[in-house]
């Protein structure tokens, strides 16, 4: 078994050899009709054998298969390099539409890409300035209700002080400065106003505060001073957060009644 086995290695690698190969192809392509009668024939042996010896003879068999192989052998790698040549072009030009398929498909993909990191740059910058601008309303909105229910509640507190005091505006002339504090108050650009190193003062966006009337004694500034309380009770005026006092509506109404 072992010298089969060898035998039959050693016959797969001559005929895996160019030249045996070539040879044993041009054979079997010159004689392939007797071989295949010697073969497959329904006929006697003996009259197969007759056969094969009346259609081959030395040419046949031996010189022309021999010339044949050994010619085959030598153009092989020839007729290979002529099939190279031929479909290197077609070759070439398959893998360049390969190629541009798949550099298009990337293009492609990368455009999508792009359009998707567009679009939610986009989203999240139209949600940011979402966010911004309800804080923003938010914000002016608690501000609005904020002043709104201050003003309310001063005009309520003004309302309540004008009705609990029962004040008479000719009554004012019974108090001494009255009419300049609430005046100075009216002129000041925020309507403050208070009484500061024997002077009443009013308020300057520009200048700060400044004087408005001099007061001439410290009886005089008493006066004053005990005026501006009184002012403050019958709600004219009420307190500033910049300082001093600021004249309220009821404080405006009662220069508009001495304007008259």
């Avoid at 910058?125 to 501000?143: F, G, H, M, P, V």
């Avoid at 001063?154 to 004008?162: M, W």
């Amino acid at each position: 078994m072992e010298i089969l086995k060898d035998a039959f290695d050693a016959l797969s690698q001559r005929v895996r050899s160019p030249f045996f190969g070539s040879i044993l192809f041009a054979f079997f392509a010159i004689n392939w009709k007797p071989i295949w009668y010697l073969l497959f024939a329904d006929q006697p042996v003996q009259a197969k054998f007759d056969f094969f010896d009346k259609s081959t003879d030395f040419g046949s068999l031996y010189a022309f298969p021999l010339l044949a192989g050994v010619l085959l052998a030598l153009a092989w790698p020839w007729l290979r390099l002529l099939g190279a040549w031929v479909a290197i072009k077609p070759t070439m030009q398959l893998r360049n539409m390969q190629s541009d398929s798949a550099i298009d498909h990337r293009i492609h993909r990368l455009g999508k890409l792009a359009d998707e990191e567009r679009a939610k740059a986009k989203l999240a910058a139209e949600t940011e300035n979402a966010k911004i601008d309800a804080a923003k309303r938010l914000k002016e909105a608690q501000t609005v209700s904020t002043e709104t229910a201050t003003e309310i509640v001063g005009e309520r507190e003004e309302k309540e002080l004008a009705e609990e005091s029962d004040l008479d505006f000719g009554q004012l002339e019974d108090y001494s400065f009255a009419i300049e504090i609430l005046a100075s108050a009216a002129k000041s650009d925020n309507g403050a106003v208070r009484i500061q190193n024997n002077t009443i003062e009013k308020y300057s966006s520009l200048n700060g505060w400044g004087k408005a009337v001099q007061l001439e004694s410290h009886r005089e500034t008493l006066e004053a001073q005990a005026t501006m309380s009184f002012l403050k009770g019958v709600g004219l005026v009420g307190s500033n957060s910049g300082g001093g006092f600021a004249i309220t509506s009821l404080g405006y109404e009662a220069l508009e009644y001495f304007s008259e």
